[in-house]
C-alpha cells in the first residue's frame, strides 16, 4: 500500500495511535485529527484515498461527517469504526455514506485485511462498466446516479448497491447470504440480517414504480433481477 494516503479522525488519542501504527507498518501515509472541523479544513486542499472516522467525536457526529465528506468528496473511501457495533447503527453508517464498518476494538490484522479488501473491490469497480441500463432504468455507479424515465431515483447507498448488484447479474440466483456480506458487509444473526435486507427491498421496489416486477423474490433463498419479464 506504499504511497496511499489516509486521513484518520478519532479524539481517543491511544486508539488514534494504534491506527496510525497499523497502518503506517503497511507504508500508508497518515495524517491524524481530533475534531472535525480540523478534517474538514484540511480536506479543502487536500484529498486522501481513504478517510477513517470515529463514530463518536467530542465536536460533531461521525455521521454528520460522513454524509457531509461524500456529498463533496464522493471519491474519498470513508471506513467507519465505534464501539456502537449494533446493527442498525452499521446499516445507518453504511447509508449515509461509509464504505466499510468496523466495531470497535478489533485487532491489526483485520483493520488491514478490510483496508485491502475495499482497495481491490474499489480497482475491480473501475475495471468493470461504469453503466447498467435496462430500458428506461439507468445505474451510473462512478457518479453514483440512479436514473428511471429520465429522472432521478432518490436512493440511498444500500438501496443503490442493492440494485446495481442484481442488474450487474441479470436472471441469476443473489442470496441473502451474498448481499449481506457483498453490500452491507456484515455479519448479523440470520433473523436480523433477513429483516434487514427486507426493508431495504421494499424500499427500493417502492421508489422503481413499474420496474419492481423486474425484482423478483425467490422465497427462502434471496432474490433475482428480471431482465425480461414473463
Do not use: W
Request: proline share 4%.
Amino acid at each position: 500500500m506504499m504511497g496511499l494516503h489516509a486521513a484518520v479522525l478519532d479524539d481517543d488519542l491511544s486508539f488514534l495511535n494504534f491506527v496510525t501504527l497499523t497502518l503506517e507498518e503497511e507504508g500508508v501515509q497518515v495524517t491524524r485529527f481530533t475534531q472535525g472541523k480540523a478534517l474538514l479544513e484540511f480536506l479543502v486542499n487536500h484529498q486522501p484515498e481513504v478517510l477513517f472516522l470515529d463514530r463518536l467525536l467530542p465536536d460533531c457526529t461521525g455521521f454528520e461527517l460522513c454524509e457531509k465528506i461524500k456529498l463533496r468528496y464522493p471519491e474519498i473511501l470513508i471506513v467507519m469504526f465505534s464501539t456502537l457495533g449494533e446493527t442498525q447503527d452499521v446499516i445507518d453508517g453504511l447509508d449515509l455514506g461509509a464504505d466499510e464498518y468496523l466495531p470497535k476494538p478489533f485487532q491489526p490484522q483485520l483493520l488491514k485485511s478490510k483496508l485491502s479488501a475495499l482497495l481491490r473491490r474499489c480497482k475491480h469497480l473501475t475495471q468493470e462498466h461504469t453503466k447498467l441500463v435496462l430500458n428506461d432504468l439507468l445505474i451510473d455507479r462512478i457518479s453514483h446516479r440512479a436514473i428511471l424515465e429520465n429522472k432521478p431515483l432518490n436512493l440511498t447507498k444500500t438501496e443503490f448497491q442493492m440494485l446495481a448488484y442484481l442488474m450487474e447479474r441479470p436472471d441469476e440466483l443473489v442470496t441473502y447470504e451474498e448481499i449481506m456480506k457483498s453490500i452491507l458487509g456484515y455479519n448479523a444473526c440470520l433473523e436480523e440480517m433477513h429483516q434487514n435486507i427486507f426493508f431495504h427491498m421494499a424500499s427500493l421496489r417502492k421508489k422503481l414504480k413499474h420496474y419492481r416486477k423486474h425484482l423478483e423474490t425467490v422465497r427462502g433463498f434471496g432474490y433475482r433481477f428480471c431482465s425480461v419479464l414473463p
